[in-house]
């Protein structure tokens, strides 16, 4: 079976990190752009990060740059999404997206192939 499981999330104070992960499971992430998105109660779903399968290249949404970090270890099928100085307005379910060819879902648009079920983010103030 070819999923997605996110993990790592939880409630946390302001200014705190958290790092999430997303783990393969039945396909090999190498040849996979994964990208992180959530969606907060009441809100549309939007991009956080992304990182090509090709270079490891990034990108990320405005809100989150220079605070969360996203990465890839191959060896362990993982993708990884380091959150720090973490905000109330960074609640939201995060969820995230394989996708073989990448262009939309690295431009931060949507797309993917598969995508994991999600997991809670609460930031308390």
């Known amino acids: 079976q070819l999923q997605l499981v996110e993990s790592g999330g939880g409630l946390v104070q302001l200014g705190v990190s958290l790092r999430l992960s997303c783990a393969a499971s039945?396909?090999?992430?190498?040849?996979?752009?994964i990208g992180w998105f959530r969606q907060a109660p009441g809100k549309e779903r939007e991009g956080v990060a992304c990182?090509?399968?090709?270079?490891?290249?990034?990108n990320y949404a405005d809100y989150v740059k220079g605070r969360f970090t996203i990465s890839r270890d191959n060896d362990k099928n993982t993708v990884y999404l380091q959150m720090n100085s973490l905000k109330p307005e960074d609640t939201a379910i995060y969820y995230c997206?394989?996708?073989?060819?990448?262009?939309?879902?690295?431009?931060?648009?949507?797309?993917?192939?598969?995508w994991g079920q999600g997991t809670q983010v609460t930031v308390s103030s």
């Open positions: 997206a394989a996708d073989r060819h990448g262009a939309r879902l690295c431009a931060l648009r949507g797309g993917g192939d598969y």
């Open positions: 039945g396909f090999t992430l190498d040849y996979y752009a």
């Open positions: 990182i090509t399968s090709s270079d490891g290249s990034t």
